[in-house]
C-alpha cells in the first residue's frame, strides 16, 4: 500500500522561501510519476508540479514556473518541492500524490491514485 507524507509546510512572508517534501513508501516507485497539487479554501485542487520517478523529466505550472522547483531522491523515496519568491496566492494546502507512468505533462488530479495528507502553506503580505 503506497504511503506518501508531506512535511515542510508553514508560515512565511512574501519573497521568502520553503521547501516541501514528500517521503513515498510502500513499493518501487521507477514507472510513476509524482506530482505536487494544492488546494485553497473555496477552490478546486489545482496542478503545481510533476517529475518522473523513472528519468527526472519534469513539468510546472505557468503560475509557479521560475519560482518552484520539484527534485526527486531515488535512494530516499522523497520529493521535494523547493518554493521560492513565494506570494500571498501561493497560499494553500499543498499535497502530492503519485500515478503509474512516465508522461509527466498528463496532470489531472483524477489520474492520481494516491494522495498524502496535505500540509499548509501560508504566505503573508
Known amino acids: 500500500q503506497v504511503q506518501l507524507v508531506e512535511s515542510g509546510g508553514g508560515l512565511v512572508q512574501a519573497g521568502g522561501s520553503l521547501r516541501l517534501s514528500c517521503a513515498a513508501s510502500g513499493r518501487t516507485f521507477s514507472g510513476y510519476v509524482m506530482g505536487w497539487f494544492r488546494q485553497a479554501p473555496g477552490n478546486e485542487r489545482e496542478f503545481v508540479s510533476a517529475?518522473?520517478?523513472?528519468?527526472?523529466?519534469?513539468v510546472y505550472a505557468n503560475s509557479v514556473k521560475g519560482r518552484f522547483t520539484i527534485s526527486r531522491d531515488n535512494a530516499k523515496n522523497t520529493v521535494y518541492l523547493q518554493m521560492n519568491s513565494l506570494k500571498p496566492e501561493d497560499t494553500a494546502v499543498y499535497y502530492c500524490a503519485v500515478r503509474r507512468g512516465t508522461i509527466v505533462l498528463r496532470t489531472a488530479p483524477s489520474l492520481f491514485g494516491s494522495w498524502g495528507q496535505g500540509t499548509q502553506v501560508t504566505v503573508s503580505s
Open positions: 517529475i518522473s520517478w523513472t528519468d527526472g523529466s519534469t
